[in-house]
């Protein structure tokens, strides 16, 4: 079987042959809120949600950064912005997150991916791409503004590809593809309605067009769950049916139980800032609080396991990142990343741990 990518959440890499289901995202927007769901479909596996903090001196980190001793770095910058990120690979590797200002941004599998290779830019591994547009921009617009002007986004080897989905604090979304070699971009205007899954978006609301609740001539099977379309088509259905008297929070959660309930699932309130997550191994939603967290360059880098036992709001059971801590995360994520057994006692994998610890021993304590 080929190596499959976590490409969701570069966890949303899943082929169809195998029948899996794989990840969402979705705004519910209203008059008085922005909130986000994401749901992280693919197994159970290690990660730990990262509070990042401003002005942070870092340099792009490619595949081959990682794994040979060929270290070049054409590209450096301090962050601007703290985020809370959801990293299964380690510090500076998410597979989604939000900033301090309200941008929000994840990456769902899409098959059809390709490159897209601008020579006066650096490339930079994929999760560190997504940090970078948190550590750099407030708005969706910025980011799109601003996409052939970074880095490149760089696979691992045998990848599978990715689309992105991205919303901030004013209800702004789009959708990133790569397709033949170019960025494609769907703003609000080609949305009409602010969700992802894992094709690219045109094909499943074509498809969504043919039921009923969308003026078509098939009645539409809330309960049918078959396909990967039929997520999207529920979500639809649902985000379509909210009535603005109603909690969004809640019926965000709703929206995610009801489509397909993930490994790793995510609300949250773009508006408010504040931030609900739960596991498929600890089922209690926490919460946290956004704005009470530290950011400034004075305050350590911090994580919580993302199966913690703690309840309710965990803000106050974030610990210190170190160097030991995040190579646990390295050891266990990125086998489970790559989906291949063998790539854990690999010569690879052990100049990538090397490698890791190297970038990041004058950021994060021993």
Not at 80 to 107: A, I, M, Q, R
Not at 317 to 337: A, D, Q, R, S
Not at 338 to 356: A, H, M, P
């Amino acid at each position: 079987m080929k190596f499959l990518l976590l490409r969701c959440f570069l966890l949303c890499a899943i082929v169809y042959s195998i029948g899996v289901s794989a990840c969402s995202a979705f705004l519910l927007k209203g008059k008085d809120n922005c909130v986000v769901g994401f749901n992280e479909n693919w197994k159970t596996m290690p990660g730990m949600i990262v509070i990042n903090k401003r002005d942070v001196q870092k340099r792009n980190i490619s595949w081959e950064n990682l794994t040979t001793d060929n270290v070049k770095y054409s590209k450096e910058w301090i962050s601007k912005l703290g985020s809370v990120t959801f990293n299964l690979l380690g510090y500076d590797f998410p597979c989604y997150g939000v900033n301090e200002k309200g941008l929000f941004l994840v990456e769902l599998y899409l098959e059809e991916t390709s490159k897209v290779l601008n020579p006066s830019q650096p490339n930079m591994f994929w999760a560190q791409w997504i940090q970078y547009q948190l550590d750099n921009y407030k708005s969706v617009k910025e980011v799109i503004d601003n996409l052939n002007k970074g880095p490149n986004i760089d696979w691992w080897p045998n990848a599978a590809g990715s689309h992105f989905f991205l919303s901030d604090a004013k209800g702004n979304t789009a959708t990133i593809a790569l397709l033949d070699g170019k960025y494609k971009v769907l703003t609000d205007k080609d949305m009409p309605m602010p969700l992802l899954c894992n094709n690219q978006y045109k094909k499943d609301f074509e498809i969504a067009q043919k039921f009923d609740f969308l003026g078509g001539n098939e009645k539409f099977n809330f309960a049918q769950q078959e396909k990967w379309e039929d997520r999207y088509n529920r979500a639809y259905y649902m985000l379509k049916n909210y009535k603005y008297d109603q909690k969004p929070v809640d019926y965000a959660w709703n929206i995610l139980n009801s489509i397909h309930a993930g490994e790793w699932q995510t609300v949250i309130d773009l508006k408010k800032m504040n931030l609900y997550f739960r596991s498929d191994l600890k089922k209690e939603v926490k919460t946290i609080d956004i704005k009470k967290l530290d950011f400034s360059k004075n305050a350590s880098v911090k994580f919580l396991d993302i199966h913690t036992e703690s309840s309710g709001e965990v803000n106050k059971n974030f610990e210190v990142l170190t160097l030991n801590k995040n190579n646990e995360y390295v050891e266990k994520g990125f086998p489970i990343g790559y989906d291949n057994k063998e790539f854990g006692t690999s010569e690879t994998f052990v100049k990538l741990k090397q490698n890791i610890i190297t970038f990041f021993k004058n950021i994060l304590p021993n």
